[in-house]
């Protein structure tokens, strides 16, 4: 068993900061992609940021310059600051990871239940 478990979702005022994090935990050999997916009402699923096993990062151009993806291997979190936020980035933010479990080679993407994430006065 794979489990991803976020935390640090809720609501702020325009301007302001969160950190969110993501923890995998379970019977895993190997993480290649960490990253975080956001679905507004009414729209699909999107990518936020993602980072590879070697660091590499990328954004959506909605969030260049405000979110900072990170990670940290010793402990298999993957962190997103998010910064100067707008009401348009309320949303339910998704942690993903391509992970390899215990015993096999194949990698499969896991996701973790989701945390809300609300921008408003």
């Known amino acids: 068993q794979v489990q991803l478990v976020e935390s640090g979702g809720g609501l702020v005022q325009p301007g302001g900061s969160l950190r969110l994090s993501c923890a995998a935990s379970?019977?895993?050999?190997?993480?290649?992609?960490m990253g975080w997916y956001r679905q507004a009402r009414g729209k699909q699923r999107e990518l936020v940021a993602v980072?590879?096993?070697?660091?590499?990062?990328n954004y959506a151009d909605s969030v260049k310059g405000r979110f900072t993806i990170s990670r940290d291997n010793a402990k298999i979190t993957v962190y997103l600051q998010m910064n100067s936020l707008k009401p348009e980035d309320t949303a339910v933010y998704y942690c993903?990871?391509?992970?390899?479990?215990?015993?096999?080679?194949?990698?499969?993407?896991?996701w973790g239940q989701g945390t809300q994430v609300t921008v408003s006065s």
């Open positions: 980072i590879t096993s070697g660091g590499s990062t």
């Open positions: 993903n990871a391509v992970i390899a479990r215990t015993g096999s080679l194949t990698y499969y993407n896991y």
């Open positions: 379970g019977s895993i050999l190997s993480i290649n992609a």
